[in-house]
């Protein structure tokens, strides 16, 4: 039996080179412990999570919790999956960009992943938040602060340093990628003045091409 007892399916991706911490910062963030122990990962792989979004209701300026099933795709940085992994781009709906503090080319590298987000997101500008890693690590840390913030700035989009081992930020950076999921779905469905039947709003990509249907397939 699908379990369907939530409001909204929102799926985020991760991305970023080979042994940044994709795979151990989604797995910090759905079980809330430092896990040292993962592989390269290969392919593609998911995790879940429930959480709560309090958003606007059907008229538009009333609170209204919902409640979002989250899935988190986890890509491979190696190049030789580039293919697949970018493939799946275009489902996601908001991607947590991700670079290691004490890896400089995993940083300048970061400008190459937003081109390869440009050309196979859902649209040219997707929701995107950048995730410098490992801020544990502070003796071997080799990225600045106020370049990666400024690297954020050009693409207009937050920066966050988070740690799997502490836990630093890694809820927030997850829940500012959502809230900005769900802030573009709230404007898509009031600002074109189309709802779904329950009133509770769809995304930009998915109301273009069906807008009256839910992302729970049950
Ligand atoms: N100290 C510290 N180590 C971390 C942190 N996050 C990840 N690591 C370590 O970094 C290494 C790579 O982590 P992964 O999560 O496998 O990296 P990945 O980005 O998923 O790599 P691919 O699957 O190859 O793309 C592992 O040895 C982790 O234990 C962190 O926040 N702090
Ligand atoms: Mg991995």
Same mark, same amino acid.
């Given at each position: 039996m699908v379990d369907c007892d939530y $409001?909204?399916?929102?799926k985020l991706l991760a991305l970023? $080179?080979?042994? +940044?911490?994709? !795979? !151990?910062?989604?797995y910090r963030y759905t079980e809330r412990t430092f896990n040292r122990k993962f592989t390269t990962t290969v392919g593609i792989d998911f995790r879940e999570k429930r959480v709560v979004y309090t958003g606007t209701g059907a008229d538009g300026t009333s609170e209204r919790n919902f409640r979002v099933h989250l899935q988190l795709w986890d890509t491979a940085g190696q190049e030789r999956f580039r293919s697949l992994t970018t493939a799946f781009f275009r489902d996601a709906m908001g991607f /947590? /960009?991700?670079f290691d503090l004490t890896n400089q080319q995993s940083f300048l590298n970061v400008r190459n992943w937003m081109s390869? /987000?440009?050309a196979n997101a859902y649209c040219d500008n997707p929701d995107v938040v950048l995730v410098g890693t490992k801020a544990d690590l502070? $003796? !071997?840390? &080799? +990225? &600045?602060a106020r370049q990666a913030r400024e690297l954020a700035d050009r693409y207009g989009v937050p920066y966050f340093e988070t740690s799997a081992v502490t836990g630093v930020n890694v809820d927030l950076a997850v829940t500012s990628l959502l809230n /900005? +999921?769900?802030?573009?779905?709230e404007q898509s469905t009031y600002g074109a003045h189309s709802s779904e039947p329950n009133g509770s709003p769809t995304t930009s990509h998915e109301a273009e091409e069906a807008p009256i249907r839910r992302w729970c397939s049950c």
């Open positions: $409001d909204y399916l929102i970023g $080179d080979s042994g +940044v911490g994709k !795979t !151990t910062f989604l /947590l /960009l991700m390869q /987000l440009q502070k $003796d !071997t840390r &080799n +990225v &600045n /900005l +999921v769900m802030e573009r779905m």
